[in-house]
């Protein structure tokens, strides 16, 4: 197969960003962020992290996270000058996890984002999901949707939410690079995170957005910087040329390349968006052992 394989998607600016088309079987379901006060103080060792079920995941021995979360691995995490970040734990991993951080889009919650990309990382990953700041025509105070400010104060929050997360886990986050997965406002932003001297992306999942961000020197700039795949993903054919140009872009300066198109999908990032992005998983994750399943 080539490394640059067509064809995908659209952009709808920046505005709302909504959650994922009503598809039943994979709308992300929501579960509100355990509050700041049933967080457990980050220990030197015997590390106990509550869920949002009160039942707790236990580092034993400075290695490996013990399983019994039932089936919600989440907490909510304190992120210094910033809001608290909702958090994928991959429970029952025994060696250092990568870091994904998964970043929603304008008029979203991370709770969404975590519960989809959380899912499909399970244990191989942290997925790490910002939550920016609040809107204020959210539909009502137990729906709040979030965005982010601009593309400084969310790479700075995303730096803060990462360093928390090494601060809270330790030796159980592994050190090295990172993927990214992006959502319409999420993707835009990513890239100009991504492509900053001091990320540690190199993996991208840039879904409804991001495609329009590259030109030849920031795909360089990409590949130089440790940059290795980044998959497109989109529901919107109008946007399917701005990926495949990006993606040229990209395969021209050594960086493999995937464009998944889900027509008719709408600006989404489930349904069959996200079976696109589960298919191609193996394929983005491919050279970096430290994802292994």
Same mark, same amino acid.
């Given at each position: 197969m080539s490394r640059f394989a067509l064809p995908l998607f659209a952009f709808l600016g920046l505005a709302q960003c909504r959650a994922?088309?009503? *598809?039943? +079987?994979?709308?992300?379901?929501?579960? @509100?962020? $355990?509050a700041p006060s049933s967080l457990p103080p980050t220990p030197d060792a015997g590390l106990a992290v509550s869920g949002a079920d009160g039942r707790e995941a236990t580092r034993t021995d400075g290695g490996s996270v013990v399983a019994d979360f039932g089936?919600?691995? *989440?907490? +909510?995490?304190?992120?210094?000058?910033? @809001?608290? $970040?909702?958090?994928?734990?991959?429970?029952?991993?025994?060696?250092?996890?990568?870091i994904v951080v998964a970043a929603h889009g304008n008029y979203d919650r991370?709770?969404?984002q975590c519960g989809e990309w959380g899912h499909l990382f399970g244990t191989r990953a942290f997925v790490l999901c910002p939550r920016g700041v609040a809107r204020s025509d959210s539909p009502s105070k137990d729906d709040v949707r979030f965005t982010y400010d601009n593309a400084s104060r969310f790479s700075a929050e995303v730096d803060a939410a990462v360093l928390a997360l090494r601060e809270r886990f330790g030796a159980l986050v592994d050190p090295g690079p990172m993927a990214y997965v992006g959502f319409s406002l999420g993707a835009l932003f990513g890239v100009t995170y991504a492509l900053r001297e001091s990320s540690p992306v190199a993996r991208m999942v840039l879904i409804e957005g991001g495609h329009s961000s590259w030109s030849a020197d920031l795909a360089k700039r990409f590949a130089r910087k440790g940059g290795k795949r980044v998959l497109f993903a989109c529901g919107q054919s109008a946007c399917t040329g701005d990926a495949k140009r990006a993606g040229a872009l990209l395969a021209a300066a050594?960086?493999?390349v995937f464009v998944a198109p889900s027509t008719g999908e709408g600006h989404t990032y489930g349904g069959l968006v996200a079976a696109q992005v589960a298919q191609r998983l193996d394929w983005l994750l491919e050279g970096d052992a430290r994802f292994a399943k």
């Open positions: 994922p088309v009503s *598809t039943a +079987s994979h709308e992300p379901v929501v579960q @509100a962020p $355990a089936q919600d691995p *989440t907490i +909510s995490l304190a992120v210094p000058k910033f @809001a608290h $970040a909702f958090v994928h734990v991959p429970l029952g991993r025994t060696t250092p996890a990568p991370p709770e969404w050594n960086v493999a």
